[in-house]
């Protein structure tokens, strides 16, 4: 078993004061906008059938870090002395891809500066032998420091694991809350447990520079794929032309567009960089394939392999544990997209029906959809992207426009929906759930 540096925490000491929060504040100069390390209540309700306690986390420099891994840039790395996950300000490029893949809330975004932060186990107090300021201010002493151990594998209610190993040895509660002797009728007490409320920020309002791009590249590669397969004119200026305002949207949402360069450069294990890499090496692709205005087999096949390749990677970059929702597969996957829209182009039922139907299915295998609230955009997506092609193209109109109108709307729905519906992993939310069940299971 790995041994590395970690935090302990004693859920039956820890009172929430927040000294911790405010002492890595003051020593680490974080800025007000920023919280380094949190308090998260379990059962903040105090409802009768959970017990009430607190999780004091920060980054649990975890032994398998997902923002690591996931970083296009480059710009974290693990201290091979304390195992401390590191991230450099100066290779970010703020994309916040490591916000998503942390279920912890470590990694948090400066919106002035324009990079992500995070804790970072103090390091310059452990270089003298110190403990992290966090450790050193708790007055009951719940928050400890391991200067070498291993984890115990206990994973308390509330407590995200997704099997990151994050280096903090929690010890759980030795007493659970129990019910109150009950006087009265509680014939009160709703038979539903209650579900916590909680702010959520819309990733369609915020990440819509990736909305676009990803639309923007499925229409391209299936462009592309399509006048490839029937031997027709690239219009490859026209073409690099999208290419080239798609690349530039997606900076848009880089806090150092500047540094978007940087992206290529973890390809060994982050989706995200796979993804610029072959979109870029598509364009390249698309590039040669319209200067030698007569490719070879091998030329177009070479092209429409990387333009799937970017889709590909594109999908699995959301492809991210503790998701509310699944996005391998589902019915807004760019591939899926993109295989159905060159059988509308080429007008081949042999690849447009099969994946209209699984697209299809995906959808309404989506309960979301089917709420009364959403039924209305439902039978809209549905109308537009599956039968209003269906029904061009069964009376033989030959506008191609026409039989593309329906399509491409429904496939905009369908792609904001899915940005809507992205809700990631937080301590906050496996509170939520796990509560949601304990309170369940007592009532049952």
């Known amino acids: 078993m790995r041994e590395q540096a970690l935090f302990t925490l004693d ?75 590191l991230l450099d300000g100066d290779r970010c490029i703020g994309c916040q891809y490591c916000t998503w893949v942390c279920p912890y809330g470590a990694p948090q975004f400066n919106s002035v500066s324009g990079i992500v932060e995070k804790c970072t186990f103090c390091s310059h ?25 291993s984890l115990d594998g206990v994973s308390p209610p509330g407590f995200p694991d997704v099997g990151l190993e994050p280096a903090i040895r929690l010890k759980p509660r030795r007493r659970l809350a129990l019910a109150p002797e009950m006087t009265a009728n509680a014939g009160y007490l709703p038979d539903e447990p209650p579900i916590p409320t909680r702010a959520r920020q819309s990733k369609l309002r915020s990440e819509w520079p990736l909305l676009t791009f990803t639309l923007l590249a499925t229409g ?45 450069l973890n390809f060994r294990t982050s989706w995200v960089s796979r993804e610029v890499v072959f979109f870029t090496l598509f364009m390249g692709a698309l590039g040669v394939c319209g200067i030698a205005t007569n490719p070879s087999a091998m030329m177009a096949l070479t092209t429409v392999g990387l333009g799937f390749a970017t889709l590909l990677s594109m999908d699995m970059v959301y492809r991210i544990p503790g998701l509310g929702v699944s996005t391998v597969p589902h019915s ?60 061009v193209w069964m009376t033989g109109i030959e506008s191609m426009p026409l039989l593309l109108a329906g399509p491409l709307l429904g496939e905009i729905i369908d792609r904001a929906q899915f940005y809507e519906e992205l809700d990631f992993l937080t301590p906050q939310r496996q509170i939520d759930l796990d509560l949601v069940t304990l309170v369940a299971v007592e009532r049952a």
């Open 332 to 391: 807004a996957m760019t591939t899926l997209a993109a295989a159905f829209f060159v059988g509308l182009l080429v007008r081949s039922p042999w690849i447009a029906v099969p994946a209209a139907v699984v697209k299809l299915a995906l959808y309404l295998s989506r309960p979301g959809n089917l709420r009364p609230g959403k039924r209305a955009l439902s039978a809209l997506r549905i109308g537009l992207g599956f039968l209003a092609p269906l029904v």
């Open 220 to 264: 391209l590669v299936s462009f592309v794929t399509a006048q490839l397969i029937q031997s027709d004119d690239l219009h490859w200026p026209a073409t690099l032309a999208v290419g080239l305002l798609a690349m530039m949207v997606s900076t848009l949402h880089l806090g150092k567009p500047t540094r978007a360069w940087r992206a290529v």
């Open 125 to 149: 107090r452990l270089e003298q032998g110190l403990e992290p300021a966090c450790v050193e201010s708790c007055p009951v002493d719940a928050l400890g420091f391991v200067e070498r151990g």
């Open 11 to 85: 859920l039956d000491r820890c009172t929430g004061c927040s000294a911790c929060a405010i002492a890595c504040r003051t020593e680490n100069l974080v800025d007000a906008q920023l919280d380094w390390r949190r308090i998260h209540t379990f059962n903040e309700q105090n409802l009768p059938e959970a017990a009430v306690f607190h999780y004091s986390l920060a980054c649990n420099h975890c032994l398998e870090p997902a923002c690591l891994y996931g970083c296009p840039a480059n710009a974290y790395s693990k201290d091979p002395v304390t195992g401390a996950v």
